[in-house]
């Protein structure tokens, strides 16, 4: 499963003041990695090596770098936030903002503005936190805001369950299917709790961050919203066309 979208477009309608959170969440992530070395489209940090040395020192600088944060070392202390703003590529930052455009307004809507950017900027050092505890001895740089959108996703399970999910699957010919959320993001954990369980702390996805994150957004959901506070889905969230 490459792409798979929630059926927004009525949530959008039912929020009076627009998800403005999300929105500048996408905003400051997209500006951020533009005039970064790692976009390519800032000339000002040359070509070639140059490029290629500025990018190290630039993931170094704000991304997590395990065996620091678990040392305690002052500077170490803030870059799971910093990294929460910064990707390793074009493609890790768009499909981290597709995930965070279609799922985070319905979340925003929810939780109300302030505390959709507390959850999404805890839960994602959380997540971060909780990757570099388990390797604590790596001196491999962890960007990307994906554990924050896990954390997301886990929310978005507990509070939206039945909402309807397209998801294109690459062995049925990228044929879109919908499936209720509960079913498209249950598989989803799954496989990025499998994934984690066999990765380790070298280059590559970060699958723990998405566990983790995933799992401590569900829960302070759960924690957060059950007792009567849970809202049911909008009728017009689960109808109507998928494409946000």
Not at 30 to 36: A, E, I, N, Y
Not at 169 to 188: D, E, G
Not at 222 to 235: I, L
Request: glycine share 12%; hydrophobic share 50%; net charge positive.
């Amino acid at each position: 499963m490459i792409d798979w979208r929630a059926t927004a477009l009525g949530a959008y309608r039912g929020v009076r003041t627009g998800p403005a959170v999300t929105y500048g969440l996408i905003a400051a992530c997209c500006l951020l990695f533009v005039v970064s070395p790692v976009s390519g489209l800032n000339p000002s940090y040359g070509t070639g090596d140059e490029v290629l040395a500025a990018q190290s020192a630039y993931f170094r600088r704000w991304g997590v770098v395990p065996a620091e944060l678990t040392r305690g070392a002052p500077d170490a202390l803030l870059t799971p936030f910093t990294a929460l703003f910064v990707h390793g590529g074009w493609l890790h930052l768009l499909g981290n903002m597709l995930f965070l455009w279609v799922f985070g307004a319905m979340a925003e809507e929810r939780m109300g503005h302030v505390e959709f950017a507390l959850f999404y900027l805890g839960t994602g050092y959380l997540a971060l936190l909780g990757y570099a505890v388990a390797h604590a001895d790596s001196g491999q740089t962890l960007v990307g805001a994906s554990g924050a959108i896990s954390a997301v996703l886990g929310a978005f399970l507990f509070l939206f369950p039945r909402s309807r999910v397209t998801s294109l699957f690459p062995f049925l010919f990228f044929l879109p299917l919908r499936f209720p959320a509960w079913a498209v993001l249950v598989f989803w954990f799954t496989l990025q709790w499998l994934a984690a369980r066999s990765a380790g702390a070298g280059p590559g996805v970060a699958y723990l961050a998405h566990v983790v994150g995933f799992s401590v957004g569900f829960l302070y959901a759960w924690v957060r919203f059950r007792g009567g506070d849970r809202v049911k889905t909008p009728a017009a969230a689960t109808e109507g066309d998928s494409q946000p």
